[in-house]
Structure formats: C-alpha cells, structure tokens
C-alpha cells in the first residue's frame, strides 16, 4: 500500500508539472527546429493545405515528396516549391584557410512528385515504396489528403461514405505503416495528422465527414500512447485541427450571422502557420482558433441538451444545410448539362 501511495504521489507532482512546462512554454517560446535536408511527404499536396505545407517546408529547406491523386495540380505545387528553392539559391560565405572568405554552394533540396490516390492501400504500399528506392527514407509524414461528399446521410451514396472513410482515415492506417517502422528503427521521425475541429465535436449533415475525422484523432491518438508505451521519445506526432477554413470545401456553410463576425472562416495560411509552429516545437496538439480548446472542453463536461441548445443558439445545429443544398443544386446542374 505504501508503494501504491508513493507512486500515486510522484505521479501528482509529474502531472502538476507538466502544467508548470506547458505554462512556461506561454512565456517563454520554444526554438524551432531544423528540418533542413529531412524527407517530408505530404498527402493531398495538390491544393488547399497540402499546398501551403510544402510551401512551408520548402522555405525551410526540407525535400519535398508530394502526393496527389491530381497530377496537374501536383506539378503545379512542384514547381511552387521550386521557384521557393530557386529563391533560396544563394551561396554561403564561411572563413577561409587563410582568413579570407569562400563561398560555399548551399545544400540543395529537391521536390519529388507521385501520384498516388491514398484511397487505395495498394497504391500507398507501391508509391512508398518508389519514395523508398528513389528519394530514401522518409523523416516527416503529413497525413493531409481528405475529402467530403457533401450529401446528408439518406441521400449519400454508400460508396461516397466508403470513399471518404478511406481517404480520411484509413489512409492514415497504411501511410503509416509504410513510413513508421524506419522510424521505429532509427528512433527518429514525425507524424502528423491534419483533422478537423469536426473530430473533436460534431454537427448535423455531414456524419461521414465527422465519423472519418473522429477516427483519424483516435487512430492518431493511440499510436502516440503506443509510441509513449513503447520508449520511442525521437518520435514525435502533432494532431491539426483547425476550424473551419476558408477553402471552398465547406463553401455555404454558416453560423448564425450576428456571431459569424467573431468566428469567421479561418484564411488557410494561418492556419498552416499555427501549424508549423506546432510541428517545428513538437508541440503534440494545434487547435486553431484557441476558442476550439475550450469548445472541446465544455462538450466533454455538459449534458448533452445543454450542448444542443448552445449549438442552436450559434446557428451551428444547421450549419452545413446552405452548404448541402449548394453541392445539390451544383450536381442537378451537372446532370442536367450533361442530359442535353
């Protein structure tokens, strides 16, 4: 009994400090780390957030491995990437042999494409492969391609559902289990999930956008205790969940108008900001804006009437429905051009 109480007692004084080292990280900010010459892949770096994490990374001289089931778009962010390297082209003067000052050529990142629809495990398992053989093993991992259908549920095809399950969150089953186990071996590495504010809280409409992000941060959640349980502390993961974004993927959603001015859409880039800073401090969680902390929290402890009302208040019980009305005028439009 004695050592049970021992142990309980050591465990207040670690949880009680790591509120002093969480606090202390307020005020004093952590350095960010170098991922220079480090291999990132990205999923889904076509467009929208993958796009801007490669612009990130490149600025920080990272190798680049794109994936994108696009390949236009793919190419199109490949030579964004390298118009940043170009930019960075610029040689370093160190201290010569005899005092004077040389240049030294700059280490020189490179991008590499493939396209890869990461709704598919075959398609994952071969094209990590490739990276493999042709790029080396991988350091960074951004677990970013997701899609939505953008039909309430009695009207969305089974398959639609099945796709969006597999691109959001079974795709990071098998991303992962293609890059983690170099990771394992080296002790060295980073992963990080890109979800959603909507797998941490949920709201009418889109239940298989929701069900996919919630398994994405419970899937992202266990590897991390998995990693803890197994001694692995050079490997770190960082799980992204920003609100909703100002991409096009939800265009039409709305809150309530006289709240909407407080939470508006958030711009993409600042929440790929928050989110490097996060990756680059090691930082385990992001959740942008702050208020989605407190959002989460009052969820966990509320009844859930008391959830309802609150979301009926902010007009975020029908938040998604001009949304949803929008994606089905815009495909009878496509079925009647294409029925002419």
């Given at each position: 009994m004695m050592i049970i109480l021992a142990e309980f007692f050591v465990v207040i004084l670690k949880v009680l400090w790591a509120f002093v080292a969480a606090g202390a990280k307020w005020v004093v900010k952590p350095k960010e780390k170098s991922v220079a010459g480090q291999v990132c892949v990205i999923t889904g770096a076509g467009s929208g957030l993958g796009r801007l994490f490669a612009k990130e990374f490149a600025r920080r001289r990272a190798i680049l491995v794109l994936w994108d089931i696009n390949s236009q778009s793919n190419e199109?962010?490949?030579?964004?990437?390298?118009?940043?390297?170009?930019?960075?082209?610029?040689?370093?003067?160190?201290?010569?042999?005899?005092?004077?000052?040389?240049?030294?050529?700059p280490f020189q990142p490179q991008v590499y494409t493939y396209v890869c629809d990461v709704g598919k495990r075959e398609s994952v398992y071969s094209t990590a492969e490739k990276v493999r053989r042709e790029v080396g093993e991988v350091d960074i991992l951004i677990n970013n391609a997701?899609?939505?259908?953008?039909?309430?549920?009695?009207?969305?095809?089974?398959?639609?559902?099945?796709?969006?399950?597999?691109?959001?969150?079974?795709?990071?089953?098998?991303?992962?289990?293609?890059?983690?186990?170099?990771?394992?071996?080296?002790?060295?590495?980073?992963i990080v999930t890109v979800a959603s504010s909507l797998g941490l809280f949920s709201t009418a409409g889109v239940e298989d956008y929701c069900a996919s992000k919630f398994g994405a941060i419970g899937f992202h959640e266990s590897?991390?205790?998995?990693?803890?349980?197994?001694?692995?502390?050079?490997?770190?993961?960082?799980?992204?969940?920003?609100?909703?974004?100002?991409?096009?993927?939800?265009?039409?959603?709305?809150?309530?108008?006289?709240?909407?001015?407080?939470?508006?859409?958030?711009?993409?880039?600042f929440c790929v900001k928050q989110a490097m800073r996060a990756i680059l401090t090691d930082q385990p969680m992001v959740c942008t804006p702050r208020i989605i902390y407190m959002v989460n929290f009052m969820k966990s402890i509320l009844p859930f009437e008391a959830i309802v009302c609150m979301y009926r208040f902010l007009g975020a019980d029908k938040c998604m429905y001009p949304f949803l009305a929008q994606r089905k005028e815009a495909m009878n439009n496509n079925e009647a051009k294409n029925g002419i």
């Amino acid at each position: 009994m004695m050592i049970i109480l021992a142990e309980f007692f050591v465990v207040i004084l670690k949880v009680l400090w790591a509120f002093v080292a969480a606090g202390a990280k307020w005020v004093v900010k952590p350095k960010e780390k170098s991922v220079a010459g480090q291999v990132c892949v990205i999923t889904g770096a076509g467009s929208g957030l993958g796009r801007l994490f490669a612009k990130e990374f490149a600025r920080r001289r990272a190798i680049l491995v794109l994936w994108d089931i696009n390949s236009q778009s793919n190419e199109e962010t490949a030579e964004m990437v390298r118009q940043i390297y170009h930019e960075l082209d610029t040689p370093l003067a160190k201290d010569g042999p005899v005092g004077g000052v040389e240049e030294v050529p700059p280490f020189q990142p490179q991008v590499y494409t493939y396209v890869c629809d990461v709704g598919k495990r075959e398609s994952v398992y071969s094209t990590a492969e490739k990276v493999r053989r042709e790029v080396g093993e991988v350091d960074i991992l951004i677990n970013n391609a997701g899609v939505v259908s953008g039909h309430h549920l009695l009207e969305c095809p089974d398959e639609l559902i099945e796709r969006t399950m597999v691109v959001n969150c079974h795709a990071h089953f098998w991303t992962t289990k293609a890059f983690l186990p170099k990771m394992l071996e080296l002790n060295h590495g980073h992963i990080v999930t890109v979800a959603s504010s909507l797998g941490l809280f949920s709201t009418a409409g889109v239940e298989d956008y929701c069900a996919s992000k919630f398994g994405a941060i419970g899937f992202h959640e266990s590897l991390s205790h998995e990693l803890k349980a197994s001694e692995k502390d050079g490997i770190n993961m960082t799980l992204v969940c920003p609100y909703l974004m100002d991409t096009g993927m939800f265009k039409g959603c709305r809150i309530r108008k006289e709240i909407e001015p407080f939470l508006p859409p958030l711009k993409p880039e600042f929440c790929v900001k928050q989110a490097m800073r996060a990756i680059l401090t090691d930082q385990p969680m992001v959740c942008t804006p702050r208020i989605i902390y407190m959002v989460n929290f009052m969820k966990s402890i509320l009844p859930f009437e008391a959830i309802v009302c609150m979301y009926r208040f902010l007009g975020a019980d029908k938040c998604m429905y001009p949304f949803l009305a929008q994606r089905k005028e815009a495909m009878n439009n496509n079925e009647a051009k294409n029925g002419i």
